[in-house]
C-alpha cells in the first residue's frame, strides 16, 4: 500500500462511526501489536500477551500488572498462575509463574480484603500477592471448613464475584445439558434432581463473609435454575446482581425443526434475585416449555429473563463499565464477551442502559469481524475486566492471548 492509499485507508477509518483495526505489519495499539479486528472509531484491540496455553481469568491490577489463569487444559492440576509485569523501560510485560499444579483455574477477583481469590475446581483459595507461594488460604473447599463446590459433570468450572457488601457469589454449573441421564431425556412428570434441594446444580450460591477475616460464616443457594453462571456482574448504581446465562445445547435432538436455526434457543440476561427459579432446565428462552417438559407451565413458576441474548453466543465474562475513558455513550454499559464458535459468538459487545439504567438498551459491537486471517485464530473471549487505566482487558483461551480494548481518543 502506497502512502496515498493508507492515508486514505486512515481518513476514512476516522470519519466512520465503525473502523476496522489497522492489522498491517508493525501496526500498533498503545505500543502494542494490534489484533485485526472490527471497533467503533477510536478503538483498538492491543494483543498484551501470547503463548499462553488456554487463559481464562484476568485481574488488571492498579499498579498496571495483570494476573492471568491459564488451565494448560482440561487435564487436572496443570493449571498456571501468570504475573504478566510491565517492563520497566518501554512497552510490553515480562511473564512470571507465581503457581503451579493449579487444578482447571478459571475465576480470579481481588477481594476487599486485598487478597487475591482463584476459583479451581471443587475450590476457592486465596493468596497475598507479597508472597504468593506461602500466603495460600483455603476459603470454599480443600482445608477450609466450608465444604468444597461441586464441580461436576459438564459445568464444573469455578467463576465468582464480590457484591457490593463483601459477600461472595458462586456459580454452581449443571452437570448435565437439559437434566438428561445416559443421554437418555428426563422423566416429565418429575423434577430434575441435581436440580432441586439446597445443593442444587445449576445454581448460583452465596457466601457470607467476615471481614478483616476473610472467612465464610454461612452458605445458601442463591437462585437456582441458571445452567451455568459463568458471566456475573453487579450493577454500580443498584448493587443489583446480573447473570448472562449459557443457554442449553441439544434441543434439536427432540425438535429437528431447529437444526438451521442458530438463533434458538437464545442465551439469556436474567436479573438474580434471591430464591427465585429461573428455569433450567425445564424452560427456555422467554418462559417456553423445553419439549422435554412439555406441561410446564412457564410463567406461573419461573422468573422470565430480562432480556434474550443471541442464540449459542457463550456469555462467558462480563462486567459494568464505570470508568471515564471511554466515551460516555458506554457509562454504566453491561459489556460481554461472547465466546461461541457459532456465528454468534466471537465478540465483544456493549449492552447499553436503558433509562432506568438497566443494560436493556441498544447493543452495541466493540469487537467485530474477529475472525481467522492469516496466523490470527477466530476470538474466543473469556474472562473481561476494567482496568485502573480506563480500558477493557480479556484472555483469549483459543489463541492463547491476553487482550484490551483501548480508546485511543481517552488519552489525558
Request: net charge neutral; aromatic share 8%.
Amino acid at each position: 500500500m502506497n502512502k496515498k492509499m493508507l492515508a486514505g485507508a486512515l481518513a476514512a477509518c476516522l470519519s466512520s462511526a465503525f473502523a476496522p483495526a489497522m492489522a498491517a505489519a508493525g501496526a500498533q495499539c498503545d505500543g502494542m501489536p494490534r489484533l485485526d479486528v472490527t471497533t467503533p472509531a477510536g478503538f483498538c484491540v492491543a494483543v498484551l500477551a501470547d503463548g499462553l496455553k488456554f487463559p481464562r481469568g484476568v485481574l488488571p491490577l492498579t499498579n498496571g500488572d495483570i494476573l492471568v489463569t491459564d488451565m494448560t487444559g482440561w487435564t487436572p492440576k496443570q493449571g498456571k498462575l501468570w504475573l504478566l509485569q510491565r517492563k520497566a523501560a518501554g512497552p510490553g510485560y515480562e511473564r512470571k509463574l507465581l503457581l503451579d499444579k493449579l487444578d482447571r483455574p478459571n475465576g480470579i477477583v481481588q477481594g476487599p480484603d486485598g487478597l487475591v481469590y482463584v476459583g479451581e475446581v471443587g475450590r476457592i483459595f486465596r493468596f497475598d500477592l507479597r508472597d504468593p507461594a506461602r500466603a495460600v488460604t483455603d476459603v470454599i473447599g480443600g482445608t477450609a471448613k466450608t465444604p468444597r463446590l461441586p464441580g461436576l459433570g459438564l459445568h464444573l468450572l469455578t467463576n465468582m464475584r464480590f457484591s457490593p457488601k463483601g459477600d461472595l457469589y458462586v456459580n454452581v454449573g449443571s452437570s448435565t445439558d437439559h437434566c438428561e441421564n445416559d443421554g437418555k431425556a428426563p422423566d416429565p412428570a418429575k423434577a430434575c434432581p441435581s436440580a432441586e434441594g439446597p445443593e442444587a446444580l445449576g445454581a448460583i450460591r452465596e457466601y457470607t463473609m467476615a471481614w478483616p477475616a476473610g472467612t465464610v460464616t454461612s452458605w445458601r443457594t442463591h437462585a437456582r435454575g441458571l445452567r451455568n453462571s459463568m458471566a456475573l456482574a453487579f450493577h454500580p448504581a443498584t448493587g443489583e446482581l446480573w447473570q448472562a446465562e449459557n443457554a442449553r445445547d441439544a434441543i434439536q435432538a427432540a425438535m429437528p425443526q431447529l437444526k438451521s436455526d442458530e438463533n434458538l434457543p437464545h442465551e439469556e440476561l436474567n436479573l438474580i434475585k434471591s430464591d427465585r427459579h429461573y428455569g433450567w432446565p425445564y424452560c427456555y428462552d422467554d418462559n417456553v416449555a423445553s419439549p422435554e417438559y412439555p406441561k410446564t407451565a412457564c410463567d406461573a413458576q419461573f422468573a422470565a429473563p430480562e432480556r434474550l441474548l443471541p442464540g449459542h453466543a457463550a456469555p462467558l465474562g462480563m462486567t459494568f463499565y464505570t470508568a471515564s475513558r471511554y466515551p460516555a455513550l458506554y457509562k454504566n454499559s453491561l459489556i460481554i464477551g461472547y465466546h461461541g464458535y457459532r456465528s454468534n459468538g466471537h465478540r465483544l459487545v456493549a449492552l447499553l442502559p436503558d433509562k432506568a439504567g438497566a443494560p436493556l438498551g441498544k447493543s452495541v459491537e466493540l469487537i467485530g469481524n474477529w475472525e481467522r486471517k492469516g496466523k490470527q485464530g477466530r476470538g474466543a473471549p473469556v474472562d473481561v475486566k476494567q482496568g485502573q487505566d480506563g480500558d477493557i482487558y480479556m484472555a483469549d483461551d483459543h489463541n492463547g492471548l491476553v487482550l484490551k480494548l483501548h480508546y485511543e481518543a481517552g488519552k489525558p
